[in-house]
């Protein structure tokens, strides 16, 4: 996350871009058409730096950096995913690190979640106990 904070003056001109869906004080959304456009334009050798000041940002505002950064990670996404993936926000979403879902869940399925856990947690214990066994000896 950048360091950089925008006062609501440029705020509001960064709304006025076409190329913006949002932005905030700390974050700038990109259309998805603008950042379909950027990759390609990106792949016929434009730079990246080029790219934003032809859609009219100023890069004393945005930062210098943050083309670079936009496009290739742009780049990525739309080799791995295509247009698809870069119409896809998925800023605030983890990396399903989280507890699972029981919501909606029959419960012949809850059950079988909680067996799993149980099940998980007895090896666990298992595990532990071995280990402060081997710790005595």
Request: net charge positive; proline share 2%.
């Amino acid at each position: 996350m950048s360091k950089r904070i925008f006062t609501s003056k440029q705020i509001l001109e960064l709304l006025k871009n076409k190329a913006v869906a949002k932005c905030s004080e700390k974050s700038i959304t990109y259309s998805n058409p603008f950042k379909l456009k950027a990759v390609k334009l990106y792949g016929q050798g434009l730079s990246s730096s080029e790219i934003f000041r032809q859609s009219g940002f100023d890069l004393q505002v945005i930062g210098k950096k943050i083309p670079i950064e936009c496009l290739k990670r742009w780049n990525r996404k739309y080799k791995a995913t295509g247009t698809t993936g870069l119409s896809i926000e998925t800023r605030g979403r983890g990396r399903g690190g989280s507890r699972p879902k029981t919501k909606g869940l029959t419960d012949a399925n809850k059950i079988k979640s909680l067996e799993m856990e149980v099940a998980y947690l007895k090896a666990e214990n298992d595990f532990l106990a071995k280990l402060r066994a081997d710790k005595k000896r």
